[in-house]
């Protein structure tokens, strides 16, 4: 079975502080996909990333980047420099290849305080 | 990335009523569709699977009688909340899936709220 684990429920820090959500995944296949999105107060789901499991390359984009860690089955989220419309829920998620279906984690809300 | 709306964004209802949610895709075709539902600072749980032409195949505790999937064609699927009740309220996300890089497409969500 499939598991994604978000332990932190809600974290708070003052804007340009830089903050890491971690992600934590369960799986027994060894090709499977990773993605994090984010979901604002509006409700819409917004896609940042997505990483398949042989590419263990951490990610810059910005002011975000990601550390995929295959040995302790982690793939954090680190936003550097914090700013107030980073404020939102982060989901992680995971997908095998070919089933489609995502597994979601139960999300970490983040408030960025000015 | 693809494009997907859903319609209406937002509905109440009283209790007993049925609602229709629509979930078009519009800028391609996808054969797999995905509708979850989202309670109130809870994470996204898949309701059910379904692919174009076919039955939708439903998660465990979904009642397939309450909520009617009907992916009629590749650009439009619909899901149809039965004789709603308070406990149905819950914002609906439908997404379209690609086999290309096991990526999904969210619409924007409908919330519905039932009297």
């Known amino acids: 079975a499939q598991k994604v684990t978000q332990a932190q429920t809600e974290i708070s820090v003052v804007e340009k502080e830089d903050v890491t959500l971690d992600c934590v995944y369960e799986t027994r296949d060894t090709t499977y996909y990773l993605f994090w999105y984010k979901q604002p107060p509006s409700g819409e789901l917004v896609f940042l990333i997505r990483r398949n499991s042989f590419d263990e390359q951490n990610e810059i984009s910005g002011r975000y980047s990601w550390n995929f860690q295959k040995s302790t089955s982690s793939f954090n989220f680190t936003i550097t420099a914090s700013q107030v419309v980073d404020s939102a829920v982060y989901f992680c998620?995971?997908?095998?290849?070919?089933?489609?279906?995502?597994?979601f984690g139960t999300g970490t809300r983040l408030t960025v305080i000015p | 990335g693809a494009v997907v709306s859903q319609h209406p964004s937002r509905v109440i209802c009283k209790s007993g009523t049925s609602v229709k949610i629509e979930c078009r895709s519009l800028d391609f075709q996808a054969t797999t569709m995905f509708w979850y539902r989202q309670f109130p600072k809870k994470s996204l749980m898949l309701m059910a699977t379904s692919n174009e032409g076919s039955k939708a195949t439903y998660e465990q505790g979904v009642e397939k009688d309450k909520f009617l999937i009907n992916h009629a064609s590749l650009t439009l699927s619909t899901l149809t909340v039965t004789s709603a009740h308070p406990e149905d309220s819950s914002f609906y996300i439908c997404?379209?899936?690609?086999?290309?890089?096991?990526?999904?497409?969210f619409g924007p969500g409908t919330r519905l709220t039932v009297l």
């Open positions: 998620a995971l997908t095998l290849t070919g089933a489609n279906n995502l597994f």
């Open positions: 997404s379209y899936g690609t086999s290309v890089y096991n990526e999904q497409f």
